[in-house]
């Protein structure tokens, strides 16, 4: 199997290109994602044959086996690798995914590239679950549909955050898993929040597009930014336009290409 790593702002994939799922790929995740034992990455991203004309179809399984429905890193990382793959010199990529149809504009195919991510509109959400309604008493906190649930909390002091316990802690609420993304509006900067994220599936992670998308778009219902929002993670930075449908801008950059036998 020939794997293409690549990450975008230091959320790794793995990403594979084939004709048919293989057997137990959830399984196989979990052994090429290990960090000790495999090669390492925060997902396995299969890229298939699209469907009535589309590009690719996008499968993702997390580094613990589980699938989810979307990733707005991932989607970039692969749009990135089939550009470069094909030596397509970028262009637009109609990509199928389990949170429905989106369109990835990839500005090049060289080992750095931006990509812009038509990541449709962002639903309401399953509502904040009941048994956390004391623990998020003060807060802003909502819960966001970007082909993925999020809930998203806003606090005064992101350092002041476990975002391992609480973000697990709030996630075991939720019978489908959830995304949490914790922000704070950046005291001197216009447009800016700042995000630790809770990843479902992964963990703490540098960086979840899904996620800053979630938060950009609830940090404008609350007043907090205009439609045009940069979000700073761990890993970097992305921009955010809110609308109808929310566009996301980020970075890919290539890695490496791994042999497995």
Not at 112 to 119: H, I, K, L, N
Not at 124 to 145: E, F, H, K, Y
Request: a negative charge; aromatic letters at 4%.
């Amino acid at each position: 199997m020939r794997l293409y790593k690549h990450h975008g702002l230091g959320n790794d994939f793995l990403v594979t290109f084939v004709d048919d799922l293989p057997d137990s790929p959830g399984p196989l995740a979990r052994q090429l994602c290990d960090r000790r034992t495999g090669v390492g990455a925060d997902g396995l991203l299969f890229g298939l044959p699209g469907s009535g004309g589309n590009d690719l179809k996008m499968v993702l399984f997390n580094s613990d086996g589980s699938r989810p429905e979307m990733s707005g890193n991932g989607i970039r990382c692969l749009a990135h690798a089939h550009s470069r793959r094909l030596l397509l010199g970028g262009g637009k990529i109609q990509i199928e995914t389990d949170g429905g149809l989106r369109e990835v504009e990839v500005d090049d195919d060289g080992d750095a590239v931006t990509a812009s991510v038509d990541m449709g509109t962002v639903g309401d959400g399953p509502g904040i679950a009941q048994a956390l309604d004391d623990s998020l008493s003060g807060l802003l906190a909502a819960t966001a549909d970007v082909g993925n649930p999020h809930l998203v909390v806003c606090v005064s002091d992101l350092s002041s955050v476990d975002v391992a316990a609480v973000g697990a802690a709030y996630e075991s609420h939720y019978s489908e898993g959830m995304n949490v993304e914790f922000i704070c509006k950046a005291q001197k900067s216009v447009d800016v929040i700042d995000l630790l994220v809770w990843e479902r599936g992964v963990g703490v992670t540098q960086a979840c597009g899904t996620g800053a998308v979630a938060a950009a778009t609830r940090a404008y219902d609350w007043g907090l930014v205009d439609k045009q929002v940069r979000v700073r993670m761990p890993g970097g930075e992305v921009e955010v336009h809110v609308g109808d449908r929310a566009l996301l801008i980020g970075p890919s950059i290539f890695v490496a290409t791994i042999e497995v036998r």
